[in-house]
Nanobody, 120 residues
C-alpha cells in the first residue's frame, strides 16, 4: 500500500501564491511518476504538473510560467509552487503517484485532495 499526504491548500486572493506538498510513504519500491491533478466543480479532473523519473516534467498549458513543480526523491515528495494565481485555478488539487510496490506489483494512488480557492 501507498499513502499520499498532501498539504498547503487554502484561500488566497488573485495574484497570490500557494505551495502544495505531497509525501508518499508505504511499500514503495519505485516511483515512476508523481505529480498534481486538479478538479474544479462540474469539470473533469485534469493534469496540472507531473514529473517522471527521467527528470522531465509535463505542465498543463494553463499553468506554464506560473506554477513550478519540484521533487525530493530522497523523501518521495513533490511540491507545487503556484504563483500569480487566478480565480480559474480554484479546484481540489490531488497528488498522484504511480510505480512499483516492494511486492513487485504496479500501483497508482491518489491523495485525499486539498482545496485551493482563489478569490477575485
Amino acid at each position: 500500500q501507498v499513502q499520499l499526504v498532501e498539504s498547503g491548500g487554502g484561500l488566497v486572493q488573485a495574484g497570490g501564491s500557494l505551495r502544495l506538498s505531497c509525501a508518499a510513504s508505504g511499500s514503495i519500491f519505485s516511483i515512476n511518476a508523481m505529480g498534481w491533478y486538479r478538479q474544479a466543480p462540474g469539470k473533469q479532473r485534469e493534469l496540472v504538473a507531473v514529473g517522471t523519473n527521467d527528470g522531465s516534467t509535463n505542465y498543463a498549458d494553463s499553468v506554464k510560467g506560473r506554477f513550478t513543480f519540484s521533487r525530493d526523491n530522497a523523501k518521495n515528495s513533490v511540491f507545487l509552487q503556484m504563483n500569480s494565481l487566478k480565480p480559474e485555478d480554484t479546484a481540489v488539487y490531488y497528488c498522484n503517484a504511480e510505480g512499483v510496490l516492494t511486492a513487485g506489483y504496479k500501483y497508482l494512488y491518489w491523495g485525499q485532495g486539498t482545496q485551493v480557492t482563489v478569490s477575485s
